[in-house]
C-alpha cells in the first residue's frame, strides 16, 4: 500500500495508492493507519503519533503556569471504551 501526503501552497493531499483519503469508506483508512502503525519499528516515532492521537482527540484541561518555570502546562485524557 503506498501513502502520500503532499504539502505546500495548493497541493496539500494525502492518496492510499493514489486515492484521495476523503473519497476512502473509514474502514480502508483506518486499515491503512493501522498498517503504518503496525510497520513502524521506532519507539519514539510511535509514541509521538499516540501522543499527536490523544491530543488531537482527548478532553483538554488547562492545568496553568508553572511557578517555577513559567511554562503552561496542558493535559489531555482520552477514554476509549
Not at 503506498?2 to 494525502?14: A, D, F, K, V, W
Not at 502503525?37 to 482527540?57: A, G, P, Q, R, Y
Amino acid at each position: 500500500m503506498r501513502h502520500e501526503y503532499t504539502e505546500g501552497c495548493l497541493q496539500t493531499s494525502l492518496l492510499i495508492n493514489n486515492v484521495d483519503v476523503r473519497n476512502l469508506p473509514i474502514d480502508v483508512l483506518k486499515n491503512a493507519i493501522l498498517e503504518i502503525v503496525n510497520n513502524e519499528t521506532d519507539k519514539s516515532v510511535l509514541i509521538d503519533f499516540w501522543c499527536n492521537m490523544v491530543e488531537l482527540t482527548g478532553d483538554y484541561e488547562d492545568l496553568g503556569k508553572c511557578s517555577q518555570c513559567g511554562d503552561y502546562i496542558s493535559k489531555y485524557t482520552l477514554n476509549i471504551e
